[in-house]
């Protein structure tokens, strides 16, 4: 227990949701939100003298109840140490529901200094997240005279509510405060009797009764049983160490007399128990308190609820009989008996199914259906039109079992975002089933109720859209699924359609979600030209939404600092915050009820005025989102040197600029590859090497007297980006066009990409996914694509705008690819004229 304690006039501010920390209490808590991580880093990890932070309770609307039990009891606990230990569990209702409602929040006026007594750091693997458990001792009580949310997290002024020593020993002379102390140690005495009975533990708690001041006890007693939080409030109010004790004293009786009527309710059970009957044990106790309650009227048997649910849930007769069968085996087994619960738990399933209800589908109105789109989505028009498609057959035929629609695209390109608005526009609720990560069929389709902790499917758990598939690519979809969908291919976007995309949504969007308007950030098109550019490099748009959404939050940090003083009401302060749930949105896990700082988004920007816009200009992108990560020159830079080509590949984050390394080195003939590669692109660059080889003195590689062009040397391929696995066969062409490189010590045009199998014999054959690659080109500034003959047709998919900022040159052979890969043509031909 912490002798007086000084405190500062100012404290940074830990919330603690619907919990109390009383002086004189530990308390080990979890921290894993950014506020309060930051919190215990710069208020108590970083200093080097002893800091201290306040602890105040908050409330937020939604009454929490499961959090008023969290206080483990510490008094008469075996090692019998002075204080109440309480341990902080998770347990968030806004995890349940995520509704994005803003909450209101409830400040309490009044908290608790303390200090740590121990901190340990952890850092989370892969996430890299850091997170702090810390061990807090309450100390004393303060008032909060202003609270400001500068900064990540909450400070207030204070003001200490503790009595000095000198009014303390005049209390001490007033005959009330010595009647209530006898009162007080008395039924404290009591209640350490009936516990010591109960866990036969010493009387080492009675010393404490004779060695701390009655009113410091007092808190330490309450703060070690179960008590709600109005109660733990109100022990918290009780500044006065007369109302103290009183206080104290009314709820160490209460907790007394609750352990009598539990031990008569043990007693009244026992004396009825035959040997046999230890099963029943938990019912019969059940009943006996109802007993003790009066509560008679509530005498229901849960599986009588259960049947009456599973009555009005409107099953089909089928169901409802096999149901009913279920139910009478349920009712003659013992809920100890295995199975039991899982058969409870699959009728309750069968009873909360939507038998009966769909979300109401509004008549379709194709026309407004189709606004919905536009107004949503940028551009998208052929897949915008096939979604009317659709719809249009649905309207005609609402019961036809349709074929599921599945958009398939790279990421970010807005599948979901789509889905949704078909959702919205047909009325519908938008539940998002994520089938990634699932390893096995049951996860989706559930598993057998024969298995112990059998579960139901994905699925069943979202049964209520019609529904919308999406996926990365096509080729991984088993052919029987794929069969019974339509599959609507999104590719990625132009840097002119990005940049429209984020003018006309993007940026309106994330000033709204971050309480911002253009009267306080300003992003030209030009700076959104240079994040697309520098920053992001995908088919999508979701990497330039986030970098959108930094510079916005930079922006929010500027206008919160203009003006960061709230101040606190007389009693309590209310703030509406939905911050909760943007905190689990990022995925955030809450082990404590910390609330995270800050004010609602939307006060920021009505709360404080700021004289003008934050216009950003190119020194603050790289102020906030760092260096630029690309530049146009990369290709340049890479092909410098004889032996690199620039290839063009498929993945599923939508087409990929690839490089091919190649060198040689004094050896014997071997060739090594790296860079993760599958069979097919092993085979590959074999066969470019056995044509380069086989054309070695037609190409001018060599000397016609030593055409073996791996005399004494070994070759070395490689694919940079090592660490993504490699495969596919179209980058045969590109293996040639290094080797060439390689062997003529000529560089390769770094303004040219390239795709296409070869043959052994040098024919170039057609690959698949031209259109991601020939926008992967043009997001990289590539100027000329060199592809196969073949693929002519597919240049039809690729848009206009694209194909006209872009030269595309066939090749049917193996040369026609060298001579347009090459400055001035094939090395051999530069050769041959010199
Ligand atoms: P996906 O499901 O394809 O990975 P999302 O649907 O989540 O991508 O889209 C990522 C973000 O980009 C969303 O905020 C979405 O609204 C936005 N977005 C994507 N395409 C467009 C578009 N054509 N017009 C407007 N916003 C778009």
Partial sequence: MAESVELPGRLAILPFRNKVLLPGAFIRIRCTSHSSVKLVEQELWQREEKGLIGILPVRDAAEMTSMDSVLSQGVGSESGERSSKAQVTTSDVHKVDGKNHPQVIHWHNRGVAARALHLSRGVEKPSGRVTYIVVLEGLCRFNVEELSTRGPYCTAKISPLEMTKAEMEQVEQDPDFVTLSRQFKATAMELISVLEQKQKTGGRVKVLLETLPLHKLADIFVASFEMSFEEQLSMLDSVDPKLRLSKATELVDRHLQSIRVAEKITQKVEGQLSKSQKEFLLRQQMRAIKEELGDNDDDEDDLAALERKMQSAGMPSNIWKHAQRELRRLKKMQPQQPGYNSSRVYLELLADLPWQKASEEQELDL????????????????????????????????????????????????????????????????????????????????????????????????????????????????????????????????????????????????????????????????????????????????????????????????????????????????????LLDNRLAEGAEMEMEVIPMGVNNHEISNAFRIASPLVVDEAMLEKILGPPRYDDREAADRVATPGVSVGLVWTTFGGEVQFVEATAMVGNGEMHLTGQLGDVIKESAQIALTWVRSRAAELKLAAAEETNLLQGRDIHIHFPAGAVPKDGPSAGVTLVTALVSLFSRKSVRADTAMTGEMTLRGLVLPVGGIKDKILAAHRYGIKRVILPERNLKDLVEVPAAVLSSLEILLAKRVEDVLEHAFDGGSPWRQHSKL
């Avoid at 992003?523 to 939404?545: C, F, S």
């Fill in 367 to 578: 026309k407004a259906a189709k606004d919905r789109l536009d107004c949503d989505h940028y551009g998208l028009v052929k897949v915008k039109q096939r979604i009317i498609e659709y719809l249009a057959v649905r309207k005609l035929k609402p019961d036809a079992r349709g074929p599921v629609l599945c958009f398939v695209g790279p990421p970010g390109v807005g599948k979901t975002s789509l889905a949704s608005s078909i959702a919205a526009a047909l009325g519908r609720k938008f539940v998002r089933i994520s089938l990634g990560g699932v390893k096995d069929e049951a996860d989706i389709r559930g598993h057998r109720r024969t298995y112990i902790g059998s579960m139901p499917g994905r699925l069943i758990d979202g049964l209520k859209v019609i529904f919308v598939a999406t996926a990365n690519r096509v080729q991984p979809i088993p052919p029987p699924l794929l069969d019974r969908m339509e599959v609507i291919e999104l590719p990625g976007y132009t840097a002119e359609e990005k940049l429209r995309i984020a003018m006309q949504y993007l940026i309106p969007r994330v000033l709204d979600q971050h309480g911002l308007s253009y009267a306080f950030l300003q992003i030209p098109e030009d700076m959104v030209k240079l994040v697309i550019q520098r920053y992001t490099r995908e088919a999508g748009v979701r990497n330039l939404e986030r970098n959108l959404a930094a510079l916005a939050r930079a922006a929010a940090v500027r206008v919160a600092d203009q003006e960061q003083a709230v101040s606190v009401s007389k009693d309590i302060h209310k703030l509406a915050s939905p």
